[in-house]
């Protein structure tokens, strides 16, 4: 059975850094796409960034796009959001998803086709 846990989540300055992981397990197939989501207070959840698992290609959405960073390490069966130059906006529960191959880049559009979720760690950015 495949799951997802999410670490690294914390509190950091404005135009700090943090570096959160999703560790997978139960992974019987390369041919998956993990995103990262987030949900801010009274807020929608949104898509930031997902990669495919087979070829680590990166996706990302225009609100993080040049200061994340999503990484996969198929040895470890993990993958890292380098979250760079942090605002408050970026403040929420950061959430990473398990779904079909296909979906690594419709992030967004496809939300409910992700299928496995993990509990979510909590980011703020605050001074």
């Known amino acids: 059975q495949l799951q997802l846990v999410e670490s690294g989540g914390g509190l950091v300055q404005p135009g700090g850094s943090l570096r959160l992981s999703c560790a997978v397990s139960?992974?019987?197939?390369?041919?998956?796409?993990i995103g990262w989501f987030r949900q801010a207070p009274g807020k929608e959840r949104e898509g930031v960034a997902g990669i495919s698992w087979s070829d680590g290609s990166p996706y990302y959405t225009d609100s993080v796009q040049g200061r994340f960073t999503i990484s996969r390490d198929s040895a470890k069966g993990t993958v890292h959001l380098q979250m760079n130059n942090l605002n408050p906006e970026d403040t929420g529960v950061y959430y990473c998803?398990?779904?079909?191959?296909?979906?690594?880049?419709?992030?967004?559009?496809?939300?409910?086709?992700?299928?496995?979720w993990g509990q979510g760690t909590q980011v703020t950015v605050s001074s």
């Open positions: 139960g992974l019987t197939s390369e041919y998956i796409a």
């Open positions: 998803a398990a779904g079909p191959w296909w979906i690594a880049g419709t992030l967004n559009i496809h939300q409910t086709t992700f299928a496995t």
